[in-house]
């Protein structure tokens, strides 16, 4: 009875034993995937195309106020035959316009897309 225990408590611990490094090898192993779950994978897609959509925005958003400073600056260069008079109320008109067209362009920049998560 004696010799049966000790073989049974003996052969238990071996299998106790055996089951840590199957489970340890298994976590281990190259079969698993290493991409996390599908949930997560989906967001990092999300998140990368969020960034490319800012990033495209960030750019037409620059060339746009580029194009803006450009014809703001053609626009208050004094004509040869206007008048100074003329000339600063001309200015004044553009310099008005000028800063509301930069405020619409922030402010659609600002603005999320239509399909825009939340």
Known sequence: MRNIT??????????????????SIIEASAFQDDRPGDRDYQEARFDHRD???????????????REENDRYEQEI?????ESR???????????????????????????PGPFHRR
């Not at 960034?51 to 106020?65: K, S, T």
Request: hydrophobic share 30%; charged share 40%; net charge positive.
């Open 51 to 65: 960034h490319d959509r800012d990033e495209f925005r960030q750019r037409e958003y620059d060339r746009r106020v």
């Open 77 to 81: 260069q004094r004509h040869h035959f």
């Open 6 to 23: 000790k073989k049974i408590m003996i052969f238990s611990m071996i299998g106790i034993i055996q089951t840590g490094f199957g489970a």
């Open 85 to 111: 008079r003329d000339w600063r109320e001309r200015r004044a008109h553009e310099k008005h316009r000028h800063e509301a067209i930069l405020q619409r362009l922030a402010q659609e920049r600002d603005q």
